[in-house]
């Protein structure tokens, strides 16, 4: 699981302008890293024009997922990361960095210029979140109830187990107490048979 881009995209008129951005390139070759950062500027920008305002998707392009998150103000969050990445994590980092975005930066100062703006916040997300269990309570729970499940058929089994030892040492108990029940009558018929006068 991992994140590679988290940015901030005016998409109110074409073309989309990336108003800021983090990308995570550490996982290609420093040969290749300018082209990938290119390509994650370049497709975050066209997928963020066909994001209607209001509107949250997921598109698949090779081994990527861009999870795009389309405000009314006429920006758009994108987060690209690979396919085992869960959506539900994305998006509510999409939210968060949203929302703090146009906290910090309302409309009208971006709005009538293309330059790009700091915003700091972005380059703690990609490091904080490439973790999303540490990043989401609920998936931090779930893993917990996860590990717990698995200690608690763990501990079942190992009961089965003494049941199945538990039953046997009963059947052998038995079959040692007919034993000795013929044991004693056939003791019982011997000595009668000789009796000492």
Excluded at 1 to 8: A, C, E, Q, S, V
Excluded at 82 to 107: G, I
């Amino acid at each position: 699981m991992k994140l590679h881009y988290i940015g901030i995209i005016k998409n109110e008129e074409r073309p989309a302008f990336e108003l800021c951005c983090e990308k995570d390139l550490s996982a290609y070759s420093r040969f290749t890293r300018d082209n990938y950062g290119e390509f994650m500027s370049v497709f975050s920008k066209t997928v963020a024009e066909r994001t209607k305002p209001g509107q949250r998707q997921d598109v698949e392009e090779r081994a990527y997922t861009f999870h795009v998150y389309g405000r009314t103000e006429g920006v758009a969050g994108v987060i690209i990361s690979d396919h085992d990445y869960p959506a539900l994590v994305a998006h509510q980092l999409l939210s968060k960095v949203m929302d703090e975005f146009l906290t910090k930066y309302p409309r009208a100062t971006w709005a009538d210029t293309n330059t790009a703006l700091s915003f700091p916040e972005l380059k703690e997300y990609i490091v904080k979140y490439q973790d999303p269990q540490q990043a989401d309570s609920i998936m931090k729970v779930q893993k917990e109830l996860d590990e717990t499940k698995i200690v608690l058929h763990k501990t079942i089994e190992s009961v089965l187990e003494r049941g199945v030892k538990i039953d046997e040492l009963v059947q052998k108990s038995d079959g040692l107490s007919a034993q000795s029940k013929m044991f004693y009558t056939q003791a019982k018929k011997q000595n009668s048979c000789c009796l000492v006068m």
